[in-house]
């Protein structure tokens, strides 16, 4: 088991140019930075009802619109052929653009969450819920499900994969994690994780470790609304937080959950857009340098209680890199677009995001 441990941490932590990522930087306008800091999916960036293949409404949108990654979902996705397709092209609009290429992205967890594993169509097996895995107790496991399907994302043209959960089950009434958690013990979820992540690396995938700063606690779900935990902060960094911690080093993309933690932050804001929690906890106390993505912002739990724009200032100034799927896109990216220019944030501030989305795009040949 160690074995396997250091080979993935010293995967984690291959490095690439940085005058690179600062020529790429500084050849983007502000606007087009701002995009970078975008991950939605075809149809938000299209405006069409549902996306199959990358033609002329793709490649315009790319145009004016150069977001930094793009997901994909079951509507989008029928067979290998046209996946593959459709991934090309889209690659391809990017390259014609002189644009950096796009992370494409994918829910491909197993079990439960698995947008290609479940379609016939596409002819893999599902790896089964990483719940059977963990109990397993051996990384080995959840190394060779992270290595079948990074082959088969790879395969099919994605080089993002929204997994591996890192969420430690410590609440036994969590519906949302249940199946989808390796486990109750943070080293034996940390393992796991580390080597499932490794082992997508070492496929070209690009894992993001989620739901920082630990679901597993929580009862109620954040697609519909309000989550929290009682935890402190202590008691989070001795088992939620675990996971995270010792993947500080090799993970290139944590993402933010919309769970609340008033105990350890001082009040109700989800994590996803605390300051206290994203930089505070993750980048100071954690020394996490990586970016950091939301969880989806169209989820209840956001969407609810912020507008578009305003949810996408609030992440950026609690310190997350990229907004996910925000309800309305297009509302988001001009209200940054407004703060910047208004003062309400700096352009340096996003030059620190896209400096980061840059340099593991680039650690990942998407440059």
Excluded: W
């Excluded at 299209?46 to 150069?66: H, K, M, R």
């Excluded at 079951?74 to 653009?97: F, G, I, V």
């Excluded at 519906?175 to 796991?192: E, I, L, Y």
């Excluded at 896109?329 to 995001?353: C, D, K, P, T």
């Amino acid at each position: 088991m160690e074995d396997i441990r250091n080979r993935d941490s010293q995967n984690c932590q291959n490095t690439s140019g940085q005058n690179d990522v600062e020529a790429v930087l500084q050849s983007l306008s502000l606007s087009q930075k701002i995009c970078q800091m975008f991950f939605v999916t075809p149809e938000a960036l299209t405006g069409t009802s549902q996306v199959i293949q990358a033609g002329a409404a793709t490649e315009n949108a790319i145009l004016s619109y150069p977001v930094g990654g793009l997901v994909y979902f079951e509507q989008n996705l029928k067979d290998p052929d046209q996946t593959r397709d459709m991934l090309s092209e889209t690659r391809t609009d990017y390259q014609k653009a002189g644009l950096p290429a796009p992370f494409l992205g994918v829910d491909e967890e197993g079990g439960s969450v698995a947008r290609i594993a479940d379609n016939p169509a596409f002819g893999v097996r599902d790896v089964g819920d990483m719940r059977d895995v963990g109990a397993a107790g051996d990384p080995v496991g959840a190394q060779s499900a992270g290595a079948y399907i990074g082959a088969y994302l790879k395969n099919l043209g994605f080089n993002l994969d929204f997994a591996p959960v890192a969420d430690v089950l410590t609440n036994p009434d969590n519906q949302v994690v249940k199946r989808r958690s390796f486990g109750s013990d943070p080293a034996a979820v940390s393992q796991m994780v580390r080597a499932e992540a490794g082992a997508l690396q070492n496929q070209g995938i690009v894992p993001v470790l989620k739901h920082f700063p630990g679901h597993g606690a929580t009862a109620a779900d954040t697609h519909k609304g309000y989550a929290s935990t009682d935890k402190t902060l202590d008691e989070m960094l001795a088992s939620d937080l675990v996971p995270f911690a010792d993947a500080v080093s090799c993970a290139p993309i944590i993402m933010a959950a919309h769970i609340s933690a008033p105990n350890a932050t001082g009040d109700e804001t989800p994590a996803s857009l605390s300051y206290v929690m994203i930089t505070e906890v993750l980048r100071e106390r954690l020394g996490y340098q990586g970016v950091v993505i939301t969880d989806a912002l169209n989820m209840g739990a956001i969407a609810n209680e912020y507008s578009s724009g305003e949810a996408a200032i609030r992440a950026v100034q609690a310190g997350d890199d990229v907004l996910l799927m925000p309800n309305d896109f297009h509302a988001a990216e001009e209200a940054l677009l407004q703060a910047v220019e208004n003062g309400e944030l700096s352009e340096e501030r996003i030059n620190e995001s896209v400096r980061r989305i840059l340099t593991v795009k680039s650690k990942f040949g998407l440059m």
